[in-house]
Each structure stands twice: as C-alpha cells, then as structure tokens.
T-cell receptor
Framework: GAVVSQHPSRVICKSGTSVKIECRSLDFQATTMFWYRQFPKKSLMLMATSNEGSKATYEQGVEKDKFLINHASLTLSTLTVTSAHPEDSSFYIC????????????FGQGTRLTVV | AQSVTQLGSHVSVSEGALVLLRCNYSSSVPPYLFWYVQYPNQGLQLLLKYTSAATLVKGINGFEAEFKKSETSFHLTKPSAHMSDAAEYFCAVSDSGGYQKVTFGTGTKLQVIP
C-alpha cells in the first residue's frame, strides 16, 4: 500500500508553545487529508478534513484557531497546535487519500504529543 | 450519517482459539467497511476492507470478515489466535461515494492468553 509519513512520532513541549506535526504522502498525491485525535482508551475522533489548496473543514467542537491545518501541496499537510496546554496532550494521526472512489485512506504512524 | 458499533471493548481468547470481534454498522448509503489494527503507540494498519465486491473478505495475518447486509454486520474472525494478534482493533465505515472520511468504532482490545 501507499506510504504516509508522519513526523515527529513523539514530541514534548512546554505549555504555551506551538507544535507543528507534518503528514506526508510519499508515493501518491493526496488530494484529501484527515486529522484524527485519539484520547486514551478511546476511539479516533476526526478533527478536520483538508483538501489541497483550500481551507480545512473542522468537525464540530474542534477549535480551528487552536488547531491550524495547512494543506499547501498534494503531498504535505501540517497540523499546528497553537498555545498548547496539557489537555492537548494526545495521540494525533493523519490519513491521506488520493480521492478515488473506493480507494483507501492511508494512515500515518501517529504523533504522541505531551504538553508539560 | 454513518456509525459503527463494536460490541465488547475487551476480548480475551486463548492462543489457538477462534477470534471473533463484532462490528455492526449504520449507513444511509452503501458502505465501505474496514478493519484496522493498532499496536501500542503506533498508527493504524489496514487488515481488510469491503468495497461492495465479494462479501467474504480476506485480509492480512489470517483475518477475514463477512459483510452481512441483512444483519448490518461486518464481524472480524481468525480461526486460530497467535500471541502476536494482541492489539486494539477498530472497525470503520466510510461513504462509498468516495470520500474516505472514515468513522471509527470505539475499538476492541484483544488479549491472547498463552
């Protein structure tokens, strides 16, 4: 299957700082990328959907000013957690799709964010 | 709106025993259905997917799942559990109209007892 690389795999940051997480599709063009958040012992919750070259669509309850998503190219989307707080600590996972009907969305390895 | 329900947040089986993880879905359009596995602190790996072809889908690592429209189910099975199968399993559904916006179930943690 196609490869989606997410970086970094782990990050620890101080409260009040911003953290950027990258999601790259290595061998295909990802017209659509998705960002998920996984709370401890919970399922993955979709945060937002981003299409290349347009603004991301955020799910209800997700603060768009806090979780900035940029999808500037067909192979890269970034999630920036701004002014991070300890409650933002979580496992963040991206997925990427070429947008073909019936196609598969490929997931990155995830990023464990810890805000101290 | 789409949703999936996974019955049982924890399932324990003995090594060599049958694995059965249950998933029921709800979708207003023909669904695409997936099973993913997640090992600790790792991302998701696709086990198998149903996309309206054969109702019995075979995946990796000896897993398979059967799409039953009448029961709105997509249960995951494996004839003989291995220790390496211990992980969290997620059932998921997406809109067959193609956009891979995936809705996940709450997950089932599989424990394999030696």
């Amino acid at each position: 299957g196609a490869v989606v690389s997410q970086h970094p795999s782990r990050v620890i940051c101080k409260s009040g700082t911003s953290v950027k997480i990258e999601c790259r599709s290595l061998d295909f063009q990802a017209t659509t990328m998705f960002w998920y958040r996984q709370f401890p012992k919970k399922s993955l919750m979709l945060m937002a959907t981003s299409n290349e070259g347009s603004k991301a669509t955020y799910e209800q309850g997700v603060e768009k000013d806090k979780f900035l998503i940029n999808h500037a190219s067909l192979t890269l989307s970034t999630l920036t957690v701004t002014s991070a707080h300890p409650e933002d600590s979580s496992f963040y996972i991206c997925s990427a799709s070429s947008g073909q009907p019936g196609g598969e969305a490929f997931f990155g390895q995830g990023t464990r964010l810890t805000v101290v | 709106a789409q949703s999936v329900t996974q019955l049982g947040s924890h399932v324990s089986v003995s090594e060599g025993a049958l694995v059965l993880l249950r998933c029921n879905y709800s979708s207003s359009v023909p669904p695409y259905l997936f099973w993913y596995v997640q090992y600790p602190n790792q991302g998701l790996q696709l086990l198998l997917k149903y996309t309206s072809a054969a109702t019995l889908v075979k995946g990796i690592n000896g897993f398979e799942a059967e799409f039953k429209k009448s029961e709105t189910s997509f249960h995951l099975t494996k004839p003989s559990a291995h220790m390496s199968d211990a992980a969290e399993y997620f059932c998921a559904v997406s809109d067959s109209g193609g956009y891979q916006k995936v809705t996940f179930g709450t997950g089932t943690k599989l424990q394999v007892i030696p």
